[in-house]
């Protein structure tokens, strides 16, 4: 009887065991597949014009979220100090990559307590926050730039697990210093900063072109992608991709100047006396806005369709294309 106690109590243990262990690996699976589809973008957070230096008074914030895509709850570790929880990349346009700033070296090679949290997103649940982007990378330079955040989800020493978001892109202008406040974006009426906003594609359109018959070119150019504009001429496109990055922001900023002084014939630039807008057709993040716009002359209404092609960058719809149908006279 003795040994029949101490036999079923084996294999109850051995039962137990191999439970546990079965457990374990579910688990384990389980934590793969949750972390596999847990996904983390970015995006620019209360766009505005951005100068190098100066990570207090001009910071470049970064609105980041991480989404669980999965079927299974995604655990993850979230530092108080975010230094330990994620990374940035950032390259020029030249693939030369930013540096990390001294401040973020000097935390992560310092011995210190990292504190933290353990958070949980069931699926389909988000976790959002926002960051200063040179708190972490220093932005020395104007230029155009091009960057993604790396997440690690069991802190920074633990760089085997990590998360890539998405790209994105970023124009740092050069430091206009004592008179940076005459060089900014301003609404002429109110005096207030401009600032694009998430509005839809064909309000773009329409509020650009408005601009423009009021001659009003800060805010003509604020939802335009110049630089594709810019580019749109092939000579342009050559000397463009020669240029060094300070050379590709002067040119930049002298065909909004010549634009203006009338000094280029183009055709976004014309003034309708009025215009229709025609048709609306957008994707997730691409479209067109088909514009009937009539020109006065002396003798004659010129009437022309112009086709927008825009997309959406951070959340802001930009024109970066457009062509121009001549559809006679009246």
């Known amino acids: 009887?003795?040994?029949?106690?101490?036999?079923?109590?084996?294999?109850?243990?051995?039962?137990?065991?191999?439970?546990h262990a079965q457990?374990?690996?579910?688990?384990?699976?389980?934590?793969i597949e949750a972390d596999s589809a847990a996904q983390v973008s970015?995006?620019?957070?209360?766009?505005?014009m951005y100068y190098p230096a100066h990570a207090q008074?001009?910071?470049?914030?970064v609105h980041v979220s991480i989404v669980n895509k999965g079927q299974h709850t995604f655990r993850f570790k979230l530092a108080d100090d975010r230094a330990f929880s994620l990374d940035f990349t950032a390259f020029n346009a030249r693939n030369i990559k930013l540096t990390q700033t001294d401040n973020l070296v000097r935390k992560r090679t310092t011995s210190q307590t990292v504190y933290f949290r353990e958070l949980s997103l069931d699926p389909e649940e988000e976790y959002a926050f926002i960051v200063n982007l040179k708190d972490y990378l220093d932005i020395v330079q104007p230029a155009i730039y091009y960057f993604e955040l790396t997440f690690y989800p069991e802190l920074y020493k633990s760089?085997?697990?990590?998360?890539?978001?998405?790209r994105l892109s970023l124009e740092v202008n050069p430091d206009p210093g004592i008179g940076a406040s005459t060089l900014l974006p301003v609404n002429y009426d109110t005096g207030v900063i401009l600032k694009p906003e998430a509005i839809a594609p064909d309000k773009v359109i329409e509020q650009t072109i408005i601009a423009r018959q009021k001659s009003l070119w800060d805010q003509f150019f604020l939802y335009m992608d110049v630089e594709?504009?810019?580019?749109?001429n092939e000579i342009n496109k050559r000397k463009y991709a020669a240029a060094s990055e300070q050379e590709r922001i002067t040119m930049l900023s002298s065909f909004k100047k010549n634009m203006a002084a009338a000094h280029i014939d183009s055709d976004i630039a014309a003034i309708p006396e009025f215009f229709s807008i025609e048709?609306?057709?957008?994707?997730?993040?691409?479209?067109?806005?088909?514009?009937?716009?009539?020109?006065?002359?002396?003798?004659?209404?010129?009437?022309?369709?112009y086709t927008y092609f825009v997309r959406l960058r951070d959340g802001i719809w930009q024109i970066y294309d457009y062509t121009v149908d001549n559809l006679g006279t009246e």
Do not use: C
């Open 42 to 48: 970015i995006k620019l957070y209360d766009k505005t």
């Open 1 to 19: 009887m003795k040994r029949i106690l101490v036999y079923s109590i084996a294999v109850f243990v051995l039962f137990a065991q191999s439970l």
């Open 279 to 305: 048709k609306t057709a957008y994707t997730k993040n691409e479209g067109t806005v088909i514009v009937l716009e009539w020109f006065k002359y002396p003798t004659f209404k010129e009437k022309k369709r």
């Open 57 to 61: 008074n001009n910071p470049i914030l």
């Open 23 to 31: 457990q374990k690996v579910q688990d384990k699976v389980q934590k």
């Open 228 to 232: 594709s504009i810019y580019t749109k």
């Open 159 to 166: 760089k085997y697990n990590a998360l890539v978001s998405n």
